[in-house]
Structure formats: structure tokens, C-alpha cells
T-cell receptor, first 114, second 114 residues
Framework: NAGVTQTPKFQVLKTGQSMTLQCAQD?????MYWYRQDPGMGLRLIYYSASEGTTDKGEVPNGYNVSRLNKREFSLRLESAAPSQTSVYFC?????????????FGEGSRLTVL | AQSVTQLGSHVSVSEGALVLLRCNYSSSVPPYLFWYVQYPNQGLQLLLKYTTGATLVKGINGFEAEFKKSETSFHLTKPSAHMSDAAEYFC????????????FGIGTKLQVIP
């Protein structure tokens, strides 16, 4: 079982460049999420999609955009990368209507912005 | 609103000693509580969860946690630490009922000393 798959696993950008992080899940989950993880700050929610066709801002949405392409895929875009966006990004999913909110995570995407 | 406080960003224990990782939460409605574990360079995986019913919950790898409503706590314990328990542990909370976002603590890194 693949679960939640993120690409790329590693990326180095220069300030001002753009890129898209891809996420796909094969568990037929309704809800998908993007988190960033920074030392001493835990995981902070960037954007989420409660169901196909909807997206909402989380705690730290500035500088990011998302697209829920279909039920399986949820992408995160950095339009103009900044050094403050250097982080590890995690995609997660769950089936909100069927369980109690347990999240399934991808392995992460390590992004460095120079 | 909901929040999670993990006391101690770093905890060191000797192999074979008791592991105790502390978590306190706040939630305006009955909470669902989770502990996740993150091994180096991996995503988070669920260790255990409390939703309703028995307040002492058992998880994988010999870990357990007790929900104490009066103390708003959900501390994680393991009687005897193993070297393989070295990882970062995250406590998380979400409100029960309907669709609710998950809020994570800042994490506790557990070091196991041989």
C-alpha cells in the first residue's frame, strides 16, 4: 500500500523561484492537508481540503496556494519562494466522516530556499 | 479554540527506564487526543488515540496513555525504554463532533541512553 506519496523529497530553490509540491493518496480519503514542520514549532497547518472541490486556509497560509485536483491529489504551490519557507513539508489525509480524525502522513518534502 | 502543550522539548532516559512524556490540552468541547511518533527522516505515524470510552489507551510498541479530564492531560508512558524508541513524539488534539482540524504540540525528542 502506497498510502500518501509526496514529490519531490528534496528541493533547493533560489529566492523568488516558484515550485509545486505534489501529494497523492490512494486510501479514498475525503480530507487532505499540508503542514510545515520547523524546529521548536511542531507542525503548523498551511492549507487543508475537507473534501474534493473545497480548500481553506490554516494557520500559516501566506506565500502559498493549493489546488485539490481531484479526490486523490492535493498540491501546494510556492509562487515566489522566500528563505522563511525553508522547512519540511508534510502532506496528510484522513477520512473525516468515517473515523475520529487520525491522520496519515507522507514522508515529507525538504525544501531549502537560498 | 484548542491547544496542546508538551512539557519538555527534549527528554533523556536510560535504556530500561520508565518513559514519561507530558501533554496537556485545552479544548472547549470533548476532545479526541492523539500521540504520533516521528522517526528520523520519516513522516508521522499514529502511536495511539483516545476518542471515547476507556481512559487508558494502549498503542503500538508498548506505549500507553491515560486521558485525565480533571487534569486536562494525556501523558504518554512506557515502562521500559528501548533504544528503538528514540524518536520525536507529538501530542495532538481535535474537537469531537463533525469536521474539526487537528492541532499539534511542538514535539518532544526522546533520547535513549545505553
Amino acid at each position: 500500500n502506497a498510502g500518501v506519496t509526496q514529490t519531490p523529497k528534496f528541493q533547493v530553490l533560489k529566492t523568488g523561484q516558484s515550485m509545486t509540491l505534489q501529494c497523492a493518496q490512494d486510501m479514498n480519503h475525503n480530507s487532505m492537508y499540508w503542514y510545515r514542520q520547523d524546529p521548536g514549532m511542531g507542525l503548523r497547518l498551511i492549507y487543508y481540503s475537507a473534501s474534493e472541490g473545497t480548500t481553506d486556509k490554516g494557520e500559516v497560509p501566506n506565500g502559498y496556494n493549493v489546488s485539490r485536483l481531484n479526490k486523490r491529489e492535493f498540491s501546494l504551490r510556492l509562487e515566489s519562494a522566500a528563505p522563511s519557507q525553508t522547512s519540511v513539508y508534510f502532506c496528510a489525509s484522513n477520512h473525516e466522516t468515517a473515523n475520529t480524525g487520525e491522520l496519515f502522513f507522507g514522508e515529507g518534502s525538504r525544501l531549502t530556499v537560498l | 479554540a484548542q491547544s496542546v502543550t508538551q512539557l519538555g522539548s527534549h527528554v533523556s532516559v536510560s535504556e530500561g527506564a520508565l518513559v514519561l512524556l507530558r501533554c496537556n490540552y485545552s479544548s472547549s468541547v470533548p476532545p479526541y487526543l492523539f500521540w504520533y511518533v516521528q522517526y528520523p527522516n520519516q513522516g508521522l505515524q499514529l502511536l495511539l488515540k483516545y476518542t471515547t470510552g476507556a481512559t487508558l489507551v494502549k498503542g503500538i510498541n508498548g506505549f500507553e496513555a491515560e486521558f485525565k479530564k480533571s487534569e486536562t492531560s494525556f501523558h504518554l508512558t512506557k515502562p521500559s525504554a528501548h533504544m528503538s524508541d528514540a524518536a520525536e513524539y507529538f501530542c495532538a488534539v481535535r474537537a469531537s463532533g463533525g469536521y474539526q482540524k487537528v492541532t499539534f504540540g511542538i514535539g518532544t525528542k526522546l533520547q535513549v541512553i545505553p
